[in-house]
């Protein structure tokens, strides 16, 4: 069985910086391309990056493009997303994505497992 497992969500001020981490157990982390999703209070989730199964390929969306990253440790298990130049409308809970044997995309709809979510809140 498939787990995933968010850490490291907080408050930071905006401007900052912060790594949230999403374990993975259960299965073979190489099958499987990993994403960041979030949610705000009363709006729709919203892709957040995607890195597929290698590394090698990434995307972005384009509200947090060239603040955020979306990187991998397969040793580890491990899918990171360091957020950087946090804004107030960052503001969400960040839930980790996976999707068994494809490379990774913006629908949320395509991924077989999800975590249950780490708050991120930025301060003005």
């Known amino acids: 069985q498939v787990q995933l497992v968010e850490s490291g969500g907080g408050l930071v001020q905006a401007g900052g910086s912060l790594r949230v981490s999403c374990r993975f157990s259960g299965g073979l982390f190489s099958s499987y391309a990993m994403a960041w999703f979030r949610q705000a209070p009363g709006k729709e989730r919203e892709f957040v990056a995607a890195?597929?199964?290698?590394?090698?390929?990434?995307s972005n969306a384009d509200s947090v493009k060239g603040r955020f990253t979306i990187f991998s440790d397969n040793a580890k298990n491990t899918v990171y997303l360091q957020m950087n130049s946090l804004k107030p409308e960052d503001t969400a809970v960040y839930y980790c994505a996976g999707q068994y044997a494809r490379a990774g995309d913006s629908n949320w709809s395509s991924y077989d497992h999800w975590g249950q979510g780490t708050q991120v809140t930025v301060s003005s």
């Open positions: 890195i597929n199964w290698s590394g090698t390929s990434r």
